[in-house]
């Protein structure tokens, strides 16, 4: 595995260019982009989406269902997933 790290400013049109060295040329590469500081969340973004989430759980109507119940539904759940637990 080689490794290639370099800073950039991240311009308003978000839009970032790199070269990188010769011997990546022709390679299969992931690129991972980290931030220094922490980002502000969108709504639509991925802890958008949990808060959005949790939300709904909120406005969902409490049952009393036994253990056993729940226990049914999760192996009837599993089950319409197509593959052996």
Known sequence: MHAH??????PESGHVEIDLPANFRGL???????CERRLTQSPRGSWGRVHACLEQLDKMPLTNRTAEEVDV???AQ????????
């Open 73 to 75: 539904d999760i192996e």
């Open 5 to 10: 790290k370099t800073r950039v400013t991240v």
């Open 78 to 85: 599993r089950g319409s997933w197509g593959e052996d637990p």
């Open 28 to 34: 299969e590469a992931e690129l991972i982009v980290r």
